[in-house]
């Protein structure tokens, strides 16, 4: 078939169409079909749009779920209390400084209590002087051993009044006379029980392990510039009474109203 033959074919079919669809739509009613088409394609991307933000937004969630969990503000240990420093037991007063030289000024006389001090450091020389004994409150006189072999208090030369305090091992002094008597024996102070009676201090012949025989001596304090001491045997003071003389007393509560001045007379004789 030619050329001309198919061109002849196509127009008489292109005839055909023509002759069964009709006449061209008009313009108003082309018109309204292209606006019902861009209302749908409007739809249609509006429907899309909302399927695309919704796949977005599960997306996002799903992500946040199987992501790592949101950091939180961290909660702190909670507040603690320290506790108040223990108290420091207390350890009672101070005991007094031990005598190591001169004079303490600003005190004076006896004191209540028991003394605290020591002759451990002994400006006093212990043991290689002698000593006259002299109560502090005493107006005149010096302690002496008296011939019927008590301790007491003379006014002039009589007994002897002359000491010599000899160190002891355990801490004590012997007190012992610095001249014989008119046999040529030396004696020892001796603390004597006489019952209901108060304890005094007697003569007897020197014996270092007899605790009766063991005075404590320790510093009280000064008066006129002076030391003074207080004299003790096993708890109980050497005291003076108005009515009895130089007793040995223990103190409890009361004060200690008697000490000592030690008044030195040279070097103690070689034994």
């Known amino acids: 078939m030619g050329s001309d033959d198919m061109l002849d074919d196509a127009l008489r079919g292109l005839a055909r169409h023509a002759g069964q669809t009709g006449r061209l739509a008009a313009v108003a009613e082309v018109r309204r079909r292209g606006d019902r088409r861009r209302r749908r ?7 899309v749009g909302v399927v695309v933000l919704g ?11 199987a992501g790592p969990p949101q950091a939180t503000v961290p909660v702190g240990p909670p507040a603690t209390t320290s506790a108040p420093p223990t108290a420091t037991p207390s350890t009672g007063p101070t005991p007094r400084t031990p005598a190591t030289g001169g004079p303490t ?7 209540s209590g028991t003394p605290q001090g020591s002759v451990s450091a002994d400006p006093l020389r212990l043991g290689q002087r ?7 409150t005493a107006a005149e006189g010096a302690v002496s051993l008296l011939d019927d072999g008590r301790l007491g208090e003379v006014d002039g030369d009589e007994g002897r009044s002359l ?9 004590g002094y012997l007190v012992r006379t610095a001249e014989p008597d008119a046999d040529g024996d030396l004696a020892c102070w001796q603390v004597r029980s006489s019952g209901s009676d108060p304890l005094t201090v007697v003569a007897a012949p020197c014996a270092p ?18 030391r003074t001491y207080a004299i003790s045997n096993n708890s109980a003071y050497l005291q003076y009474s108005s009515r009895r003389g130089l007793i040995l007393e223990e103190l409890g509560d009361a004060p200690l109203t008697t000490v000592f001045r030690f008044v030195d007379n040279g070097p103690a004789p070689q034994r």
């Not at 000024?105 to 004191?111: I, L, Y």
């Not at 002698?130 to 502090?136: G, I, N, P, T």
């Not at 392990?209 to 002076?226: K, N």
């Open 209 to 226: 392990s007899e605790p009766r025989q063991l005075f404590s001596i320790v510093v009280d304090g000064t008066d006129g510039g002076q």
């Open 163 to 171: 000491f010599v305090f000899v160190p002891q091992g355990s801490g």
């Open 41 to 47: 394609r409007h739809v249609a991307t509006a429907a």
């Open 105 to 111: 000024p600003g005190t004076t006389g006896a004191t």
């Open 130 to 136: 002698r000593f006259a004994l002299v109560r502090s």
């Open 55 to 65: 796949a977005l937004g599960a997306g996002f969630a799903v992500a946040r779920l």
